[in-house]
């Protein structure tokens, strides 16, 4: 990893870094990399995870839906506006998109 | 003057319903303490100015009779954790004026009940440490010994309880968030099953890992204020069915003393004293009558490993809703782009910037396969191997941390060995299983040891049971 790995993150990440943070995000990264690349010596099956193939266990996990149709929410939508950081008209501004 | 240092919330009921005294003077004793106390020891990060009223309104179900076991108990909330129309900020810059638009499951359920909210605590930024120490509100003292950390990143819930603020707290544990403090603060609290208690309108740190998990005084406070917490909630998905609830219940052994150590897991890298104290408490239980064997989990060592994948990889998904866009901290900007980078940079701190980077790095092109779909798999692994170890025994046993309270400011640089302190707690979140953290005596310096049960899914019933037989061998 190199400094040019994390700005290329940082914006992936939507996140501004200061020089010394990104040097400093470099540093970390290694020693925390370094201690979770232990789980490379573990042996695991090739077999998909949760979704698709028929190797499922009973361990395996699901995912559980709802129907889609409407329910009465209480949210506060009042609250809900009253919170953006810029409105107009009870809708929500942001800067120019295109 | 009420007892606070020794009150339960059985004998703080027994008193109200037989009006020794009332909602209003058992909170106005805790406020009292919180004014003393919390200047030095800032476990609250707000302490609500209706709760006199709020004890009033809960006086009136002691006269209808519609009075619960929790109605006039103070509860101190993590601040994570959703009450409608007041501030939650999860310790962080970002949400520092953000109103919850809606209240979480177990909020509305614990108002019902009559429940009192003396204020929201102090945690890690976002969850994210161990030691209460990256909160964008300054530092959270532990009340036994104030020049040392209270542990994380429930810190406030746990120092707020520890230092008689309130009698009774809820934190969130993601990897021992509730346990750890509970070690240095001296206190019981209970990681409870995945999915046992509703996640709804908790502000996620790692989905498949959150749970949010009572602090007690003792393990009857922790039993009660779960068994009130646990029910299936249609809004959360991952809540576990009343079905499978009772089908797990009903695999009881009937005489349940096994008790497997995995010594295996900590011949090492803990301190002296922890580990006599364990050795003691292990006398203890076996002069008690329980069957001590040893274990193998061979895959156990890795959990630490797992879980700085699996979680960062769910932070930096989590996280990508602060945008500076429709609520919480905004910063000024040229375009979207400039608004999203400057409002993550200054509304994040150090710890949940390092964090979203490493989980946007397992999650990219490339990486995905080698880091987080292998910690899946590993995952798999752990759980599978504790599962059935369950088969064999009622209890896994271990210390709750490898060391006992640290000193403030410690382990802040150096990241990994302050992701060390949570070594023990990885695997019940991994597995899911529930876990609780009991009090086990005290070392030379006055600071607290801790030992931790883990037991099968659904199986918190045993875990109670062992903390309140361990209670009268202590």
């Known amino acids: ?98 | 003057m009420i007892d606070l240092k020794n009150l339960t919330i059985e004998e703080a009921h027994e008193s109200l319903k037989r009006g020794e005294f009332t909602c209003r003077e058992l909170a106005n004793a805790y406020l009292k303490v919180i004014k003393e106390k919390n200047p030095e020891i800032n476990a609250y990060i707000e302490v609500y100015d209706d709760v006199l009223d709020q004890a009033d309104e809960m006086q009136k179900k002691f006269v209808s009779k519609t009075d619960t076991i929790l109605t006039g108990i103070p509860f101190a909330i993590k601040d994570n954790i959703l009450i409608k129309e007041r501030i939650v900020s999860a310790g962080s810059k970002i949400l520092e004026n953000y109103k919850a638009s809606y209240d979480a499951t177990i909020i509305k359920n614990l108002k019902k009940a009559g429940a009192i909210f003396l204020g929201r605590t102090n945690m890690d930024e976002f969850a994210m440490g161990s030691s209460t120490q990256t909160s964008a509100f300054g530092v959270t003292k532990n009340p036994i010994d104030t020049t040392r950390v209270p542990g994380g990143s429930s810190g406030g819930s746990a120092a707020a309880l520890a230092g008689d603020m309130t009698l009774a707290a809820l934190g969130t544990d993601t990897c021992g968030s509730v346990r750890e403090p509970s070690a240095f603060c001296g206190l019981v609290g209970l990681k409870p099953t995945y999915g046992a208690v509703s996640r709804q309108g908790i502000i996620a740190m790692g989905n498949s890992l959150d749970q949010v998990s009572p602090f007690g005084k003792c393990a009857r406070d922790v039993e009660i204020i779960f068994d009130f917490l646990s029910n299936y909630d249609e809004e959360d998905s991952t809540s576990v069915s009343d079905e499978l609830r009772d089908s797990r219940l009903k695999n009881q052994n009937s005489n349940s003393k096994k008790i497997g150590v995995p010594w295996h897991l900590f011949k090492e890298g803990i301190d002296t004293e922890v580990q006599e104290n364990f050795k003691e408490s292990l006398d203890k239980l076996k002069k008690a009558g329980y069957e001590i064997l040893d274990i193998e989990l061979p895959h156990a060592k890795y959990s630490l490993a797992v879980y700085y994948i699996i979680m960062p990889a769910e932070v930096s998904t989590n996280l990508s809703r602060f945008d500076g866009i429709r609520y919480g901290y905004s910063a000024e900007g040229e375009n979207l782009m400039d608004i999203y980078k400057k409002s993550r940079h200054n509304g994040f701190g150090k710890e949940v910037r390092r964090r979203i980077i490493l989980g946007t790095y397992v999650l990219s092109h490339g990486y995905y396969d080698a880091y987080y779909i292998k910690a899946l798999k590993v995952r798999e692994k752990i759980k599978t191997e504790i599962m059935e170890t369950f088969k064999k025994v009622d209890y896994i046993l271990t210390p709750t941390v490898p060391i006992t309270a640290f000193k403030l400011g410690e382990k802040l640089d150096d990241p990994v060995s302050m992701y060390l302190c949570d070594i023990f707690s990885a695997p019940a979140n991994l597995s899911g299983v529930p876990a609780i953290a009991l009090p086990s005596g005290v070392s030379k310096d006055g600071l607290k040891f801790s030992i931790q049960f883990m037991a099968s899914h659904g199986r918190e019933d045993l875990l109670f049971e062992v903390g309140k037989k361990f209670e009268t061998i202590m």
Request: proline content about 3%; hydrophobic content about 35%; aromatic content about 6%.
């Open chain 1, 1 to 98: 990893m190199n400094i040019k790995d994390v700005e290329n993150l940082a914006n992936l990440a939507r996140i501004e870094l200061g020089e010394d943070e990104k040097k400093e995000i470099l540093s970390d990264m290694e020693s925390i990399l370094e201690y979770v690349k232990q789980i490379e010596k573990v042996e695991v099956p090739a077999r998909q995870l949760a979704g698709g193939d028929d190797t499922k266990n009973e361990h395996d996990l699901i995912n559980v839906w709802r129907e889609d149709k409407p329910v009465q929410r209480d949210f506060s939508r009042d609250l809900i506006i009253s919170q953006f950081p810029d409105s107009k008209d009870g809708f929500l501004k942001v800067k120019k998109i295109l």
